[in-house]
């Protein structure tokens, strides 16, 4: 089946750094999402991206749908104490009926005082 | 607005005791379902889905079962727990394609 690479795995950071994650897969998505967990809860969708080339940003959070449709990276200015957590990249397939979200392994964010 | 309940939102179960994992789902009519199952903080992994009532696929063979007695309503079974089913449990909706909401999640303990 499909697979999504999702880097880094882990990333320490001081407070106020920017974030950046990524996904590739040598499948095509029409659509990408990005989803945060905290510890405990459920995955929030964070952004979804419809188009290739699509640029979307909420708040200090801006992804983007790669032009080969094939990645997708997030990134997060000014990183805040709140941000700890683990962001999950998913891809959806035209076509992919009901399981065709594909999701990444996560990036497990830290953030150091 | 749509929304999705599950739980308990914590279980301890002994070994060889039954399971039983509600999730509903308001504001919605004929969602696909979803249970996924999450060890140790990640990766996410696909228990069963189902586009209907009474219509399940299972995505890994399991000690556990799945149904789905009406629209809104998505039950995460088992007859006998075993160790390894210990881990957190997250059930999902979503329509047209358009992603996947969440519910809060179950922590179940195997003991």
């Known amino acids: 089946g499909q697979q999504l690479n999702q880097s880094p795995q882990s990333m320490f950071i001081q407070e106020g750094e920017d974030v950046s994650m990524n996904c590739t897969s040598s499948?095509?998505?029409?659509?990408w999402l990005w989803y945060k967990q905290d510890p405990g809860e459920g995955p929030v969708l964070l952004i979804a991206?419809?188009?290739?080339?699509e640029l979307t940003s909420n708040g200090r959070l801006t992804a983007q749908f790669g032009i080969t449709r094939k990645d997708s990276f997030l990134n997060i200015s000014a990183s805040i104490p709140s941000d700890v957590g683990i962001y999950f990249c998913?891809?959806?397939?035209?076509?992919?009926?009901?399981?065709?979200?594909?999701f990444g392994k996560g990036t497990h964010l830290i953030i150091q005082p | 607005s749509q929304t999705i309940h599950q739980w308990p939102a914590t279980l301890v179960q002994p070994v060889g005791s039954p399971l039983s994992l509600e999730c509903t789902v308001e504001?919605?009519?004929?969602?696909?379902l979803y249970w996924y199952r999450q060890a140790a903080g990640r990766g996410l992994q696909l228990l069963f889905y189902?586009?209907?009532?009474?219509?399940i696929s299972s995505e890994v063979p399991q000690n556990l079962s799945a149904s789905r007695p009406q629209d809104r309503q998505f039950i995460l079974s088992s007859k006998k727990l075993l160790l390894s089913d210990s881990g957190f449990y997250l059930c999902?909706?979503?329509?047209?394609?358009?992603?996947?909401?969440f519910g809060s999640g179950t922590r179940l303990t195997v003991v």
């Open positions: 999902a909706w979503s329509t047209s394609g358009y992603g996947y909401t």
């Open positions: 499948s095509i998505f029409n659509t």
């Open positions: 991206l419809y188009k290739a080339g």
């Open positions: 998913a891809g959806l397939q035209l076509g992919g009926g009901a399981d065709g979200l594909t």
């Open positions: 504001g919605t009519s004929n969602p696909n």
């Open positions: 189902s586009v209907g009532i009474g219509q």
